[in-house]
T-cell receptor, first 117, second 110 residues
Framework: NAGVTQTPKFQVLKTGQSMTLQCAQD?????MSWYRQDPGMGLRLIHY???????DQGEVPNGYNVSRSTTEDFPLRLLSAAPSQTSVYFC????????????????FGEGSRLTVL | AQSVTQLGSHVSVSEGALVLLRCNYS??????LFWYVQYPNQGLQLLLK??????LVKGINGFEAEFKKSETSFHLTKPSAHMSDAAEYFC????????FGTGTSLTVIP
């Protein structure tokens, strides 16, 4: 059981280049999300999805696009990379549960370290 | 929107001493609460979670946390620190979205 798989683990880009970070989960989770982690700022939500065909913005969505064509996959696209997007990116998934919390335990991928020169 | 506050971005304890990492949340409705741990160059893994059952929650590696509604707190403790506990710890709240604190880096001094 692979859980949440992210690729690539490391990537170096030049300013203005575009790229896609891949995320796949094999737990049939409805909820998937992308976070970026920067020193002293914890994890900040970029985009999330509650099911195939449904996506929404998080706290820091600018410069990123997502799509959810299948339950398993949730790629994150950087349209025109900027040095401010240098960060570690985490994909996470969860089941949706009834009640006020809505989302159960988040399962994380191992992260993708992106450097934009 | 929810907010999660972790007091102390860096905590140092001696090996064998009590570990106490603080977390407060803002919510009028008791949410689900979580503690995650992140070892260097790794993803986050779940330490423990509160889902409105017992207020004292036991997790992995000897950690536990107590949900106190009156104080809106969910502090993480471990009676005796081990060198392997050195890591970054994140408190999180689930209420339609996940809201994370900014993390506490735990250093264990031999």
């Amino acid at each position: 059981n692979a859980g949440v798989t992210q690729t690539p683990k490391f990537q170096v880009l030049k300013t203005g280049q575009s790229m896609t970070l891949q995320c796949a989960q094999d737990m049939n989770h409805e909820y998937m999300s992308w976070y970026r982690q920067d020193p002293g700022m914890g994890l900040r939500l970029i985009h999330y999805s509650v099911g195939a065909g449904i996506t929404d913005q998080g706290e820091v969505p600018n410069g990123y696009n997502v799509s959810r064509s299948t339950t398993e996959d949730f790629p994150l696209r950087l349209l025109s990379a900027a040095p401010s997007q240098t960060s570690v990116y985490f994909c996470a998934s969860s089941g949706i549960i009834p009640g006020p919390s809505g989302i159960g335990e988040l399962f994380f991928g191992e992260g993708s370290r992106l450097t934009v020169l | 929107a929810q907010s999660v506050t972790q007091l102390g971005s860096h905590v140092s304890v001696s090996e064998g001493a009590l570990v106490l990492l603080r977390c407060n949340y803002s919510s009028s409705v008791p949410p689900y609460l979580f503690w995650y741990v992140q070892y260097p160059n790794q993803g986050l893994q779940l330490l423990l979670k509160y889902t409105s059952a017992a207020t004292l929650v036991k997790g992995i590696n000897g950690f536990e946390a107590e949900f106190k509604k009156s104080e809106t707190s969910f502090h993480l403790t471990k009676p005796s620190a081990h060198m392997s506990d050195a890591a970054e710890y994140f408190c999180a709240v689930s209420q339609n979205q996940f809201y994370f604190g900014t993390g506490t880096s735990l250093t264990v001094i031999p």
